[in-house]
């Protein structure tokens, strides 16, 4: 499976930016998704998963209430959209296939894209 993140950029807080994640590969709607995202000096951390079929989704409490993962089987595409941005959401954001299962630790994903850049100014 090969990702392709997309959709990061310079935004004002309390603004939004939608991300997107294109995979290759017929079995992408097999899989568990997730995003994550690392700051400059600091791990990478959880933000955001979704089940094989997107019925159920899971967020860290951080962005819960702002951000909605989504995902579209027949695009073999998985969205982030992000609302009401603030400076300590500045980060690489990345997308990951969860391939045995469902979980929020980096180390149990299988496939990671490259990352987008997202930067929140105050």
């Known amino acids: 499976v090969q990702l392709q993140a997309s959709g990061g950029g310079l935004v004002q807080a309390g603004g939004s930016l939608r991300l997107s994640c294109a995979a290759s590969?017929?079995?992408?709607?097999?899989?568990?998704m997730g995003w994550f995202r690392q700051a400059p000096g600091k791990e990478r951390e959880f933000v955001a998963a979704i089940s094989w079929s997107g019925g159920v989704t899971y967020y860290a409490d951080s962005v819960k209430g702002r951000f909605t993962i989504s995902r579209d089987n027949a695009k073999n595409t998985v969205y982030l959209q992000m609302n009401s941005l603030k400076p300590d959401d500045t980060a690489a954001y990345y997308c990951a296939v969860h391939a045995s299962g469902w979980g929020i630790l980096a180390d149990e994903y299988d496939y990671w894209g490259q990352g987008t850049l997202v930067t929140v100014s105050s």
């Open positions: 590969g017929r079995t992408f709607g097999s899989y568990a």
